[in-house]
């Protein structure tokens, strides 16, 4: 889980990413093919196109961490056309877990980025966005993201391990973030 704070904070120990806003889920690639699981372990039916885009991944077998996506020409996430699915989706991915018969959940949280941003830079996959990242100035990058009307950060311990349920990580959003009005009423109507 993930813990919302208030405030931005700066700290060597940390790096900070942005919150796009969309559907967490988990790739798993093997055989050029690819299951996106929901982080409540429910499997994404849809999203073909996206998970065909993730199989080409150049791997014996890889398990990716990250959020399904749609974003408009200016790099910003819409998650209305997520959630109507009348945009393009794209995987966000922020870590690896497991890479060719190897788990990585023990190493360090910027080794497994690194190695993400390799493995996607050595593909260079359509529709496979890697999470860059802050070091230690999450203030700046906050007030970055609230200047451009964007949903939030989080803030990870760089040199931790991973966990499936985010515990450590910390979800700092933009108070003023105009997406998210009138989120509940849409969300309560489709489950109707």
Not at 17 to 41: I, M, P, Q, W
Not at 74 to 83: A, E
């Amino acid at each position: 889980m993930r813990l919302r704070i208030a405030k931005p904070f700066n700290d060597p120990e940390y790096i900070f990413e942005l919150k796009h806003d969309g559907f967490r889920a988990l790739a798993y690639v093997e055989e050029g093919t690819c299951r996106l699981v929901s982080r409540n372990s429910n499997l994404f039916k849809s999203f073909a196109s996206l998970k065909a885009s993730l199989g080409k991944l150049r791997v014996q077998n890889a398990i990716l961490d990250g959020e399904i996506i749609c974003i408009d020409g200016h790099g910003i996430s819409r998650f209305n056309q997520l959630f109507s699915r009348q945009g393009t989706p794209v995987f966000y991915a922020f870590d690896l877990l497991w890479l060719n018969d190897e788990d990585v959940r023990n190493h360090p949280l910027i080794d497994r980025k690194e190695r993400l941003r390799e493995l996607i830079d050595r593909n260079k996959p359509e529709r496979i966005i890697y999470a860059q990242h802050v070091e230690r100035e999450g203030k700046l990058l906050f007030e970055e993201v609230c200047n451009n009307d964007l949903e939030g950060i989080v803030a990870k311990r760089k040199h931790c391990i991973y966990k499936s349920n985010s515990i450590g990580w910390l979800k700092i959003k933009n108070p003023r973030y105009s997406q998210a009005e009138g989120r509940h009423e849409m969300m309560t109507k489709a489950k109707v």
